[in-house]
């Protein structure tokens, strides 16, 4: 926590994670403002936040990279909010360390990112299906297979928009039985889809169910090869 002066912007009065964070002693963050512990290109939106924050409301949740003692810098999400300080209105600061979040996030994104690279150059079409048929994910060879751009599968259900109407309902009861666990995932079959141009396919499938952590089946990873 920051305490902060609101017509100087110096900061009144500090606790020991702040310290701590920042690397300043109480006594040394005293004497010093917000400019101190951001970087230049952050100062003005720091004090556009500051100067319209209204009475009695707090801010919305910055993130904002801060500057430590020593010129390190670290993310951290600040959310700012009024108080009293000693009879006086002040501004004060809540300061959060996100740095291992961000870290986090990072990774994930990059591991996304290696996910959809490997789907998307896969030379087997794949899916995601939710509980309903509805299409979550397609990859390339998918679009290709079935004639049409992504944003014209994704969002739709399978049974109803690519499957022959004549075994669409024999499909289906077999998806509901799998997502029951009333039947194992079949390690391969074929049935046939339908193209943009009317033609059907016939697909050679594998299929792999995808649980939630309770061990509920939610979705179907089906990925199948055109044998036409």
Same mark, same amino acid.
């Given at each position: 926590?920051?305490?902060?002066? #609101?017509?100087?912007?110096?900061?009144?009065?500090?606790?020991?994670? =702040?310290?701590? +964070?920042?690397?300043?002693?109480?006594?040394?963050?005293?004497?010093?403002?917000?400019? *101190? =512990?951001?970087?230049?290109? *952050?100062?003005?939106?720091?004090?556009?936040?500051?100067?319209?924050?209204?009475?009695?409301?707090?801010?919305?949740?910055?993130?904002?990279?801060?500057?430590?003692?020593?010129?390190?810098?670290? *993310?951290?999400?600040?959310?700012?909010?009024? +108080?009293?300080?000693?009879?006086?209105?002040?501004?004060?600061?809540?300061?959060?360390?996100?740095?291992?979040?961000?870290?986090?996030?990072?990774?994930?994104?990059?591991?996304?990112?290696?996910?959809?690279?490997?789907?998307?150059?896969?030379?087997?079409?794949?899916?995601?299906?939710?509980?309903?048929?509805?299409?979550?994910?397609?990859?390339?060879?998918?679009? *290709?297979?079935?004639?049409? #751009?992504?944003?014209?599968?994704?969002?739709?259900?399978?049974?109803?928009?690519?499957?022959?109407?004549?075994?669409?309902?024999?499909?289906?009861?077999?998806?509901?039985?799998?997502?029951?666990?009333?039947?194992?995932?079949?390690?391969?079959?074929?049935?046939?889809?339908?193209?943009?141009?009317?033609?059907?396919?016939?697909?050679?499938?594998?299929?792999?169910?995808?649980?939630?952590?309770?061990?509920? =089946?939610?979705?179907?990873? #089906?990925?199948?090869?055109?044998?036409?």
């Amino acid at each position: 926590l920051l305490f902060i002066d #609101p017509e100087t912007y110096q900061f009144l009065e500090c606790n020991r994670s =702040i310290c701590e +964070m920042l690397g300043y002693s109480r006594e040394e963050l005293q004497q010093r403002s917000i400019t *101190d =512990i951001y970087q230049e290109r *952050d100062h003005a939106r720091v004090r556009s936040e500051l100067e319209t924050l209204p009475h009695h409301e707090r801010s919305q949740l910055l993130d904002v990279r801060v500057k430590r003692k020593d010129g390190s810098l670290f *993310d951290a999400n600040i959310l700012h909010f009024w +108080m009293n300080f000693h009879g006086s209105k002040c501004l004060a600061g809540a300061y959060i360390d996100v740095t291992g979040n961000k870290k986090i996030e990072q990774a994930l994104r990059l591991e996304k990112e290696k996910l959809t690279n490997y789907l998307e150059n896969a030379a087997v079409m794949t899916l995601v299906l939710d509980e309903h048929g509805t299409v979550l994910l397609v990859n390339r060879m998918g679009c *290709d297979v079935l004639g049409k #751009p992504v944003e014209d599968i994704i969002g739709r259900n399978w049974f109803e928009n690519f499957l022959p109407e004549r075994i669409r309902d024999e499909v289906r009861q077999v998806y509901d039985k799998l997502l029951a666990g009333d039947i194992e995932p079949v390690e391969a079959y074929e049935n046939l889809v339908i193209n943009a141009k009317g033609e059907e396919r016939l697909i050679s499938w594998r299929n792999s169910v995808l649980k939630n952590r309770q061990g509920k =089946i939610v979705a179907t990873l #089906p990925s199948g090869t055109d044998i036409t």
